[in-house]
């Protein structure tokens, strides 16, 4: 009896009290801030979750610490940040429909088949993923092809890069929509495919989510997030839901990854809202706006200086005129927000660079101007970046996953400026890495493997893909921490193990200096920590999801 008294005396003042802990004997890695790797072997964690010092040595001699934590030499570095995630989106795809991966047609038609028979409730199916680029056909489903299977409620199935809607008649009717429907200024509307501003015609027609449903694609997104070892993102295209929900999930204490909101521009502007700063303990913060100047490259949406290749005449999507552009940036600048605007195209690269001049010289350099993707540039366009303090946002995914593509809606001359990372770097302008999830898979170590190799996890192909643009590991793991964490205005807090940044960082099953790409792209993360808390263990738990 006594016994258990005193070490109930013990146990509450060991929690109580300061507590210092140190993490020794890791093979501790992370990027310098000039983009070399820099070796540690363990780690001083104070009890406000901080980082107190980092050692070079595996074991150290420390007048006082409270807990040790035995690492046993496995690889300990940051945790990733991916600069351009969509949060709730990735929920969603993970409790909805998941078209990702089908290889045809008919493999689409066959899971809708089974979700519909599987959820006679649902009102409206809603699913995510499809690209007609991976089947044989390569054509754009329609209308009809979903009506074949279900005709009795509405479907929604939108493509991989967001940027457009398959829907059944069913949905149609109940958008109000027809076939001779015009596409909105920015849209297109062709057999039940509805893209970019055109899908807002079927949006208004869905029925809103709940704050339930919100919240669950909230904790789903995390859970996902923290098995692959990310603990920040830039949350793009936060819409005012999506940042309630965040913020219910802060007061309750349920934040696990670090949030740097970028909110819906319209929606921003209509509730006049403004920046805020950290909250919940720096887990929380809406610090810009979302623009965007054209489409994607898939859907023939993404913007061009000259036609595409295998669409003569089409330049793809304008969205906005350049007034029209300045003035809208302009406005959330003034606002205080930071901004971030999709660009995929030369020529919406080429007037976005423009607009953030422009803006450089009224609001002054350290607004971080961000252009999102910065896919398929004009070489010429590059150098323009630094100067006007302009941030390439960029997802080497995209790269493995688009490069066929590119080749075919450009042709083989117009590639010099295509995911060109090493030429932003020796351009001196800043580089942020992400995945775009759930475009992409959000697990960062296909990412980093890319982003070394030029190559797909398959190695594909041999050489790489215009291999000089190729990163060093130093670079690439950079911009996916201190890139990825200056570009949300986070750095001071994020990004790097150093004193007085926070604690959060991931152990692996495996050293990334000692690998080549393809294995390095299967690192599987062991354990993810959140302010000096583990809050993942893959051996005591949430499995990891295959996004
Ligand atoms: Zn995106």
Same mark, same amino acid.
């Given at each position: 009896?006594?016994?258990?008294?005193?070490?109930?005396?013990? &146990?509450?003042?060991?929690?109580?009290?300061?507590?210092?802990?140190?993490?020794?004997? /890791?093979?501790?890695?992370?990027?310098?801030?000039?983009?070399?790797?820099?070796?540690?072997?363990?780690?001083?964690?104070?009890?406000?979750? %901080?980082?107190?010092?980092?050692?070079?040595?595996?074991?150290?001699?420390? !007048?006082?610490?409270?807990?040790?934590?035995?690492?046993?030499?496995?690889?300990?570095?940051?945790?990733?940040?991916?600069?351009?995630?969509? /949060?709730?989106?990735?929920?969603?795809?993970?409790?909805?429909?998941?078209?990702?991966?089908?290889?045809?047609?008919?493999?689409?038609?066959?899971?809708?088949?089974?979700?519909?028979?599987?959820?006679? +409730?649902?009102?409206?199916?809603?699913?995510?993923?499809?690209?007609?680029?991976?089947?044989?056909?390569?054509?754009?489903?329609?209308?009809?092809?979903?009506?074949? *299977?279900?005709?009795?409620?509405?479907?929604?199935?939108?493509?991989?890069?967001?940027?457009?809607?398959?829907?059944?008649?069913?949905?149609?009717?109940?958008?109000?929509?027809?076939?001779?429907?015009?596409?909105?200024?920015?849209? +297109? *509307?062709?057999?039940?495919?509805?893209?970019?501003?055109?899908?807002?015609?079927?949006?208004?027609?869905?029925?809103?989510?709940?704050?339930?449903?919100?919240?669950?694609?909230?904790?789903?997104?995390? +859970?996902?997030?923290?098995?692959?070892?990310?603990?920040?993102?830039?949350?793009?295209?936060?819409?005012?839901?999506?940042?309630?929900?965040?913020?219910?999930?802060?007061?309750?204490?349920?934040?696990?990854?670090?949030?740097?909101?970028?909110?819906?521009?319209?929606?921003?502007?209509?509730?006049?809202?403004?920046?805020?700063?950290?909250?919940?303990?720096?887990?929380?913060?809406?610090?810009?706006?979302?623009?965007?100047?054209?489409?994607?490259?898939? !859907?023939?949406?993404?913007?061009?200086?000259?036609?595409?290749?295998?669409?003569?005449?089409?330049?793809?999507?304008?969205?906005?005129?350049?007034?029209?552009?300045?003035?809208?940036?302009?406005?959330? &600048?003034?606002?205080?927000?930071?901004?971030?605007?999709?660009?995929?195209?030369?020529?919406?690269?080429?007037?976005?660079?423009? /607009?953030?001049?422009?803006?450089?010289?009224?609001?002054?350099?350290?607004? %971080?101007?961000?252009?999102?993707?910065?896919?398929?540039?004009?070489?010429?366009?590059?150098?323009?970046?630094?100067?006007?303090?302009?941030?390439?946002?960029?997802?080497?995914?995209?790269?493995?996953?688009?490069?066929?593509?590119?080749?075919?809606?450009?042709?083989?001359?117009?590639?010099?400026?295509?995911?060109?990372?090493?030429?932003?770097?020796?351009?001196?302008?800043?580089?942020?890495?992400?995945?775009?999830?759930?475009?992409?898979?959000?697990?960062?170590?296909?990412?980093?493997?890319?982003?070394?190799?030029?190559?797909? /996890?398959?190695?594909?192909?041999?050489?790489?893909?215009?291999?000089? +643009?190729?990163? &060093?590991?130093?670079?690439?793991?950079?911009?996916?921490?201190?890139?990825?964490?200056?570009?949300?205005?986070?750095?001071?807090?994020?990004?790097?193990?150093?004193?007085?940044?926070? &604690?959060?960082?991931?152990?692996?099953?495996?050293?990334?200096?000692?690998?080549?790409?393809?294995?390095?792209?299967?690192?599987?993360?062991?354990?993810?920590?959140?302010?000096?808390?583990?809050?993942?263990?893959?051996?005591?738990?949430?499995?990891?999801?295959?996004?």
């Amino acid at each position: 009896m006594r016994k258990t008294f005193i070490a109930l005396i013990v &146990a509450l003042s060991a929690s109580a009290a300061t507590a210092d802990t140190l993490i020794s004997n /890791v093979n501790g890695i992370q990027a310098t801030a000039d983009g070399r790797i820099e070796h540690f072997g363990s780690l001083l964690i104070g009890d406000d979750g %901080r980082v107190k010092q980092i050692f070079a040595k595996r074991s150290v001699r420390l !007048s006082r610490f409270d807990h040790m934590i035995n690492g046993e030499g496995r690889t300990l570095m940051p945790g990733l940040i991916d600069g351009h995630g969509h /949060v709730i989106d990735l929920g969603f795809a993970a409790l909805r429909l998941d078209l990702t991966g089908t290889a045809s047609l008919a493999e689409l038609q066959q899971r809708l088949r089974a979700y519909a028979a599987a959820h006679p +409730e649902a009102k409206w199916i809603q699913g995510f993923g499809w690209n007609q680029e991976l089947w044989p056909e390569k054509r754009f489903p329609t209308a009809a092809d979903l009506d074949a *299977i279900v005709s009795d409620r509405p479907v929604v199935l939108e493509r991989v890069d967001g940027h457009a809607y398959v829907v059944n008649s069913a949905a149609m009717k109940a958008a109000g929509v027809t076939a001779a429907t015009p596409a909105p200024h920015g849209g +297109e *509307i062709h057999d039940g495919v509805f893209v970019d501003a055109a899908k807002q015609l079927i949006d208004a027609a869905i029925p809103k989510s709940t704050n339930a449903e919100l919240d669950e694609a909230l904790a789903k997104s995390q +859970e996902i997030l923290i098995a692959v070892g990310v603990t920040g993102v830039g949350s793009m295209s936060t819409s005012l839901a999506d940042w309630n929900a965040f913020r219910r999930a802060g007061e309750a204490g349920r934040l696990n990854v670090r949030l740097m909101a970028y909110i819906t521009a319209a929606e921003a502007a209509e509730a006049n809202m403004r920046p805020t700063g950290w909250l919940y303990g720096d887990r929380l913060r809406a610090v810009g706006v979302k623009l965007f100047a054209d489409g994607a490259l898939g !859907s023939r949406g993404a913007w061009l200086k000259q036609s595409y290749a295998d669409s003569p005449g089409s330049l793809g999507l304008q969205f906005h005129s350049d007034p029209e552009m300045l003035g809208l940036a302009d406005q959330a &600048a003034a606002a205080g927000f930071q901004i971030a605007t999709h660009a995929i195209g030369d020529a919406a690269n080429a007037q976005i660079i423009s /607009v953030y001049e422009q803006l450089s010289k009224k609001y002054g350099r350290d607004r %971080r101007w961000r252009i999102e993707h910065f896919q398929i540039v004009d070489p010429a366009d590059i150098p323009r970046l630094a100067p006007a303090g302009i941030i390439a946002s960029m997802q080497p995914t995209h790269q493995t996953s688009d490069r066929l593509m590119a080749e075919a809606r450009l042709g083989p001359n117009r590639l010099a400026g295509a995911y060109a990372w090493q030429s932003v770097l020796k351009s001196s302008a800043k580089l942020a890495f992400g995945t775009d999830f759930p475009v992409e898979s959000p697990n960062p170590f296909p990412g980093l493997s890319a982003a070394i190799s030029r190559q797909d /996890v398959n190695g594909q192909p041999p050489g790489g893909w215009i291999s000089s +643009e190729r990163l &060093a590991l130093g670079q690439a793991l950079h911009a996916y921490t201190r890139g990825a964490a200056y570009a949300g205005f986070a750095e001071p807090k994020i990004g790097a193990l150093e004193p007085g940044k926070y &604690a959060d960082f991931i152990i692996i099953d495996r050293d990334p200096t000692q690998i080549d790409a393809q294995t390095l792209a299967k690192t599987q993360v062991l354990e993810t920590w959140v302010a000096g808390k583990k809050v993942f263990s893959r051996a005591s738990g949430s499995p990891e999801r295959g996004q």
